[in-house]
């Protein structure tokens, strides 16, 4: 699923490293997101929606078919 993570973690100075100790998520969870090659489970989508302060939709980008 396309999203907005590596950019909203630039903006909010947030390493990988970082962004993973704040989720309780291994660095490679993170990377996996990034690039778009795995889908969170809406537990950790709602965690990273209050890390960012925003709405899931603002990150993660729904694409039907």
């Not at 993170?30 to 925003?54: D, G, V």
Request: glycine fraction near 2%.
């Amino acid at each position: 699923m396309k999203n907005n993570i590596k950019n909203l973690r630039a903006k909010h100075d947030l390493t990988q490293d970082k962004l993973a100790e704040l989720l309780n998520v291994s660095r490679q969870t993170i990377i996996s997101l990034e690039k778009e090659r795995y889908n969170p489970s809406i537990i950790l989508a709602f965690e990273l929606a209050r890390i960012f302060n925003c709405k899931i939709e603002e990150i993660f980008i729904y694409q039907e078919g």
